[in-house]
Nanobody, 125 residues
Framework: QVQLVESGGGLVRSGNSLRLSCAAS????????MAWFRQAPGKERDFVAA????????NHADSVKGRFTISRDNSKNILYLQMNNVKAEDTAVYYC??????????????????WGKGTLVTVNS
């Protein structure tokens, strides 16, 4: 059974840091492109960052570039999102997702194979 379980969300002050984790199981993690998406209240789910199966290439949305960093540990089947200098507009539910195909780069919401249930990040000032 495929599982993606996000953790690390919570309440954080603007300007501070937070690290999200996503524990994967039930599929061959190191053969999948992994990504983070987020959905703010009343808005669509948006791409945040993605990383190839080997970790040698990654992409970050312009809105988080220079502040967020995606990474993965294939030995532990874990995906990370390091969030630095968070802002109020980063408040959202953050989802990790996996896709076997690397044909779309960066990956899109409608192209992912598996999704986690999300973790809420709330940034206050």
């Amino acid at each position: 059974q495929v599982q993606l379980v996000e953790s690390g969300g919570g309440l954080v002050r603007s300007g501070n840091s937070l690290r999200l984790s996503c524990a994967a199981s039930g599929f061959t993690f190191d053969r999948y492109l992994m990504a983070w998406f987020r959905q703010a209240p009343g808005k669509e789910r948006d791409f945040v960052a993605a990383i190839t199966w080997s970790g040698d290439s990654y992409n970050h949305a312009d809105s988080v570039k220079g502040r967020f960093t995606i990474s993965r540990d294939n030995s532990k089947n874990i995906l990370y999102l390091q969030m630095n200098n968070v802002k109020a507009e980063d408040t959202a539910v953050y989802y990790c997702a996996a896709v076997r195909s690397h044909s779309r780069w960066p990956p899109q919401v409608d192209g992912m194979d598996y999704w986690g249930k999300g973790t809420l990040v709330t940034v206050n000032s």
